[in-house]
């Protein structure tokens, strides 16, 4: 447990690091979240309208990976956030 402030203590310390993770975790928010919405939708509506067999016919799989999707831009987001906040921090003190 020790090992998360001492990241975000070498994040502290390297700001330019800190800019460029926050870059790439924004574009990688960017990618997962892209669509998402629609697809979710268009799953909901497969598996409503064929039930079981929308099931067994790979609609709980892909709901699954959609789920496992929306986890990975939550975490991008986060990330995205835990910079924003550090940068700020040393470029207000």
Do not use: Y
């Not at 999707?69 to 991008?76: F, K, P």
């Amino acid at each position: 447990m020790a090992a998360f402030p001492d990241f975000v203590a070498w994040l502290r310390r390297h700001r330019w690091a800190c800019f460029g993770l926050m870059t790439l975790s924004f574009i990688a928010f960017g990618l997962l979240t892209l669509d998402l919405v629609r697809l979710v939708t268009a799953n909901a509506a497969f598996l409503f309208d064929n039930g079981w067999q929308g099931l067994l016919d790979g609609g709980l799989r892909q709901l699954l990976e959609l789920l496992a999707s929306c986890v990975g831009a939550m975490v991008a987001w986060l990330l995205f956030k835990l910079c924003e906040t550090l940068l700020i921090q040393s470029l207000t003190r």
